[in-house]
Structure formats: C-alpha cells, structure tokens
C-alpha cells in the first residue's frame, strides 16, 4: 500500500487531459490528497488548494503522486528538483508512469538516503501465487467491456461509492495504475507473468463478510484479442457474483484494430456469463453500463432506453446518471 | 534458437519418467540430439549412444540440453562438473528447470570466460509487441482442451510430423519449455507478460506460404480457471484455421481443482469456436484427439467410436493411431 494521504503532483502538465491520474484521485478520493503542486506554466488544476511541499507535510502528506502523464510516459529532468527535495523531507514518491522512478540513478539514491520508499505501481510488488479456485466468501461484481477503455473503471468506483454512500460494505479493487493510485494499492494486472495473472486476481479479492461487495476493476474485453487473455483471468480469478456489460456505442471498431468489429450486448452476456459461470454457477449479468460521452442527452437517453427495452436490463451512464439503479440491481440479487 | 545438434544430459535420473524432456527430443526431433550422456546410477535411457563430451563434441554437438528433471526443478550439484566441463569444451547448456541457469554463480562465469550461453527456456529472451490483430498469411492449427495436461502438445507433434511425412509444409510452433527444447525455439508462454502474450503468439506465428501450417502448441484450457488467460491469448493471438479438441476421458475433475468437473466436448466446441472466429472467422473445428492412455485397446477404440458418432468429427487418439485422420482433415479444409 502507498501511504496516504497524497500530496499531487501536477508539474508542468499542459493541459487538464494530462493530470487526470490526480483528477481521479480528487473526485474517487478526495480524503486521500491535501493539495496540489504545480510547477510555473502548468495548465492543469484539480480544485485543490496549491500548497508548497512544506505546507504539505504539515497537512499530513507521506507521499508525492505524480498525478500526471506526459508523451511518452517519462519522469521529466524539469521534475527532478522537486522530487528530490520531497524525498529529503520525508516524502515517499509514487507513480503510474511508463519509465519508473526506479530506473533514475538521482531518484534511488536520495531514497536511499532518507529511507524513503519508491512506488512505481505499473510494476507488481508481490509473487502472486498461481491461482488455486477455491471459492471465497463475500460477493464481487466485475464490469465486462465490449471493447477497451469503454468506462470500467468508472463504473466500478461510481458502484463503490454509492454502496458507500447507501451505508453498504464495498471496496473498489484496482487492477490498472490510475485505479492503484486512486485507492493506493491493488494489482497492475497488465504486468502480471501470465501463470499468474488469476492467482493476482485471487489475492486482490480475498474471503470477505458475506455481505461484501468487491467492485473489480475490469481491463482489456473477452473480444479485443490484444488483451483478452488479461480479461479472461479476471472473469476466472474474481470469480464474479455480478456481471456489468460495459460499452461505447459510438465506436467505429475495436479500439486500434481497425480491422474488428466490437461484438453486439448479447454476444458479450452470453460468452462472459458463460465463462463466468465456469468460476461462479451463481453469477447473473446484472446491468448495463453506457458511455455516453459522445452522445447528446437526447440522444444518450434514446439510446440507454433502447438497449435497456432489448436487453431487459437496467441500462445507464453512470457519469451522466450515477450508479444507483446498478446498485438496486445488485440489492436484488 | 537453441544451437542444434545436442547431447542429451541425463544425468543421475532415477527413472525413465525424469528423462521425458531428453525422450521426447528423441521420439520427435532425433536428428538434434547425437547421443546421450548419463552418470553413475542413471536409471534413464532414451536409446541413444552413451558419448564422453570429447566424442559429442567431435560429432558435431553444439549444446548440451538437460533432458532429466528432478524433485524441485532444482540444478543438481552432482551435475556441475560435467555442466562446466562442457562450457570449457565449447558446448552451451540448455535447461527448462525451474531453478535457473543463471542464478548459478559457476555456471555463469564459467559460460563468460569461455564466450558460452547458457538458454535457459522458461524465460522470456525476447521483448515480445503488443498484438495487432492484423491477418497474417498462411494456415495455423491449435489444439485446445477441455483440462491441461490433455495431449495437446503430443497431438500438435504427431500432426506436424504426419504434415511433413507426406510432404507438406508443416511447423510446430512450441509454446512451453520441453516443446523449446525439441525444436530448439518458441515461447515460454507462460512466462510473458500478460499485455504481451497475445503479441508473443503472433510474433511466433509470422506470415508464411498460403499452403504451410503452423501446429502451435496448446497451454491450459480455456475451462481451467488458473491458466484460461494463456488459452485465450493463444486462441486469439494464433488467429487459429482450424482447431482440434483435446480430451482426458478418466478425469474426476479439472487437473488440480478438486472442485471443477471438466466441460463437455460440445461446451468446448462452441466456446473455444466462437472465441477463435473473434480473430478468424473462417475458423473451423476439424477433428477431437482423446488421451486414451487410461483405457484398454478395446475401451479406447469403443470411446473414440462414441464420440465420433456424437460429434460427427474425426476422433482419434494419436498415440495409439497415429495423427493421419486429422492431417486429412486439415488438407480437406
């Protein structure tokens, strides 16, 4: 686990697409950051109070998140003062970027001299252990997409939030860096060595109250065949309770394979559920999750009503509406 | 590529079971292996000539292969001598074991001061891409099975070494480590990463003649909930022409899940169909290859006549039969 709470890292991001690692962590977890720090020029703002690493420490931060992502993934010589100067007061440093904080020769020693830990959350930090099937006690709940980056993450925190808020147990269980960052720890599936990648998932969600919800974060789609495999052991390890389809609908293929078709709503129920089942005999597709961000609201509406009239299923945005019809969903279960 | 020819390392192998990897060198690839090396109280033997290293090496071998595994996967002591005797004489060494060349100290400085390698098979060497989903040239077959541990690499062997007996272009393309060592190359699959597992099965399958096949080697089950997400990755990153069905029929449950029967025939059928045709649609499933090693010769032939009425596909055991009826069935396609 990173130790919270976080100051973030905004540094010299252009624009507001850039920081949206702290972004996430602001409206996801707000009680996990006491500020923001941007260096001159940055064209970012998360709605934090700007504060010096000093003010930081006073508040209670333990950690530097770089909560941005710049071209190419790399930690920036323009950063470098600053994370060093963090690392000299006692901060530790996390990120999700593609190069790691461990690969910089300045970054490892000035940890090492303050006994301060790194956190390169793309890279995992346990042996997991090779899936064994056993079932485990609480429920979990795993977002399926028809295709990549369609809202899973979203919809398993907006599910998280308003079982939350209802007063339900819930915990939302990361499986990528952003969702890692957001909650401070979980799985970087992504990275995990194939033999383990369900034992991984296995260990994120373990025996829980049974009345306890795990909100998985899904990743990759049954039907995008550059990362299949990695959803396959999530639909095995979690062994879900409840399926949520998720989907863009405006889509014009599978997202970079122009040469693929995103599968129809019932060709995904019918294969994750299948699959599924092979875990769980119990598991129930139990709502659909839109993203209707490319839609006007008429047009999202239309749309959210005409599926959910096909499909037989509550059918939201969970960004437009919230999750709550979701969540009544699984209450019935 | 591992260099070819070898000699076949048995070493102290209490059993001929230990020696299964040096056996099925011998069995499938005999022309890469010169002859066999056995110490003091070996209770191995592939069949082939005992040989000192000078006299292998003066028969032209290139890399000694350790064909025997033991309790542990561990490297044996009592081995060392003879390990770095051959580094000294200009031979590499080639091991699948758990335990890892490389981590050996000796081994690893005897290899440098003689400008030897040491090819340790469960390892990745190869910074494999991302899939790309992009059709490639060329006819692909993959065994999928209803368990692991099924025949599906056996099955693979026999219909590459039926392909090439008759004449046509035929290669197969091995994805575990004894396959490795057969053939002298492929990818541990297992052992990649999963964003890249996909990519590895494309990157092992490239682009080839209109009329050759690639026979890939099967892993796990789409069915066994702690490898499905290596199936899957082979299911779509192979982009697979045909299928074979693997099946174990004396199973009680899946292969170390007390708690999982095995799927039906037909269940895998459909499954592992229309998950292919995701990458292929002309994907057909062309024949079932049943492990009847449990069975009497007249128990056998009444199961394979059972399933072959039932599933209306050629069904044969290819220890016992030979692979013929599925080559058939792929030249028919």
Redesign the interface.
Known sequence: MIPTPYLLFLGDAPDQLAAKVAQGIKDWRPENAVGQFRLPGCGADVGLDDMTLEAAKAAGAQTLVIGVANRGGVISQAWKEVLIQALEMGFDLASGLHNLLRDENDLVAAAKVNGRTLHDVRIPSVAYP??????RTGKRCLAVGTDCSVGKMYTGLAMDAEMRKRGLKSTFRPTGQTGILITGGGVP???????F???AVEYLTPDNDADHWDHIEGQGS??H?????????L???GQPDALVLSHEPTRKH?R??P??QQ?SLEDLRD?AL??AR??NPACQVIGISVNTQHLSEDEANAYLKEVEDRMGLPTVDPFRHGAGRLVDALEAL
Chains 1, 2 share one sequence.
Request: charged share 10%.
């Open positions: 090779i899936a064994n099937g056993v079932k599936l992504d990275a995990v060595v194939a033999d990648m369900a034992g049954l039907y065949v550059s990362y299949s495999g990695v959803t396959m052991a639909v095995h390890g599978m970079g394979l040469d693929y599968p294969t299948a699959m092979v875990a």
